[in-house]
């Protein structure tokens, strides 16, 4: 039978009056993009602040990067209904090991346990109502080559993906992940940038995305609405303030545009 998730409940008599004549697909609140990029002293974790359902803008102040523990951080993209439940699990699951253990998780055990949690919510992404492709950030503190901030980015069965530099994933993706092999390759690298260049380097890239892709927004001007960006660290994690990000907004995207 070749049919989806809403016909299906149709079919048993449930009723979704509003689709009616307009096709059994009910568009799903998703967010996107999301991008992680080290640089000296760690990694840099961003997301821009839309939430779409279709062509349309549900809401332009969703964050999709939330802290995990002191030193994780989650950027989600795909539905923030199943993001935000796996986000808070994990979280808890942190918390109870490190409270029953007397010892931090080891990050093979986070990056497992997570990698459980969205092979479990396999069936719900299978639908078409839930799929979740996050990018997890880290610092390894007891990281013995030296390689201290580590990316990693799932798919929608869990398969687990180290980044060396940089993951970007959610719809505008397709326009900044060959932008980051370029500059990473033949221009600067980007684990040797300073804060103040990578954040610099996001805005721009976040501005380019947006100009292609609907569901993606860049720095709102009009409504001053900022992306979120974090960055993890020996320290842990900080949340980079607006006043912040709109210096850097002007020095590197206004001042530098040259059309």
Request: hydrophobic share 40%; charged share 20%; glycine share 8%.
């Amino acid at each position: 039978m070749q049919t989806d998730f809403f016909d299906l409940l149709k079919g048993h008599g449930y009723a979704w009056p509003h689709l009616e004549g307009k096709g059994t697909a009910m568009p799903m609140t998703e967010s996107t993009t999301i991008l992680a990029v080290r640089y000296r002293d760690g990694v840099v974790i961003a997301g821009d602040r839309r939430a779409t359902a279709g062509t349309a803008i549900l809401y332009d102040r969703a964050d999709k990067v939330i802290d995990i523990d002191t030193h994780s951080v989650l950027a989600i993209s795909g539905s923030p209904a199943m993001a935000y439940e796996i986000a808070r699990i994990l979280e808890h699951s942190f918390k109870y090991y490190r409270r029953s253990q007397l010892q931090e998780l080891s990050l093979e055990g986070k990056l497992r346990m997570l990698s459980n949690l969205i092979r479990n919510n396999l069936p719900m992404a299978l639908q078409g109502i839930g799929a979740v492709i996050p990018i997890f950030a880290s610092y390894d503190l007891d990281a013995v080559d030296g390689n201290t901030g580590k990316i990693f980015f799932y798919d929608a069965m869990g398969a687990q993906f180290e980044c060396a530099d940089f993951a970007t994933t959610g719809s505008g993706s397709v326009w900044i992940r060959g932008a980051l092999y370029y500059l990473n390759c033949w221009e600067k690298r980007l684990d040797t940038m300073e804060l103040n260049e990578s954040v610099g380097l996001i805005f721009r890239l976040l501005d380019a995305a947006s100009e292609y892709d609907a569901a993606t927004s860049g720095y709102n001007a009009k409504s001053k609405i900022l992306p979120t960006m974090k960055t993890i660290d020996v320290e842990g994690i900080h949340t980079l303030d607006d006043a912040f990000l709109q210096e850097i907004y002007h020095e590197f995207v206004e001042v530098a545009h040259v059309g």
